[in-house]
């Protein structure tokens, strides 16, 4: 036969405190003969519920600390790598830096070329306006092209290699930057 046990109190009774109490009253109350089931508020089906013992409890908090753990010694890892993979990279930032300063030196080079090329071109502007020139004029004017000719053409190759090489470090650096990424 169904019975019902009613605690009736002033105060409320949603603190820890009373869970407990209410759970020591069914206990009790399950030891008694002929009582099949306790239903209360720790257990609302009849069986208690596990959650909130506080062996349950720390259980649970210790799995989840120790999951925690592990993440963090996973972050450790990862960054570690990524801080080695850094310094690895940094020599062939180093190139790739230096390779830019090459640009910019053979850049400066071929620049300077221009100059006597103008130049040249422009005796030769001036001997064919005269008139008068002639062909000694001409010929050194023309070997003057020549000889800037072949330092630009020199220069130009200089800037090329240079080009380059800048593009095989930045192709290099942008690949360890993204693998960085990923991990």
Known sequence: MPT????????????????????????ELK?????????SVSRPTGKPIEDLYFSKQAKNLGEGLGKGN????QISSGL??????????KPKLVEATNGISSLISGTNQLSAGMVPLKN?????EAGLNK???????????????????????AGSKKLLDGYKQAEGALKQFSKTIRELKRD
């Open 31 to 39: 030891k008694v003969n002929s009582v099949e089931t306790v239903r």
């Open 120 to 124: 040249g071109l422009n005796q030769i």
């Open 80 to 89: 570690e790598q990524a801080g080695t993979q850094m310094a690895a990279s």
């Open 131 to 153: 008139g008068s020139a002639g062909s000694a004029e001409i010929k050194k004017g023309m070997e003057q092209i020549k000889s800037n000719s072949e330092k630009i053409l």
């Open 4 to 27: 019902q046990i009613v605690i009736k109190n002033d105060e409320k009774m949603d603190s820890t405190d009373y869970m407990v109490l209410a759970e020591k009253i069914s206990q």
């Open 70 to 73: 592990d993440g963090i010694k």
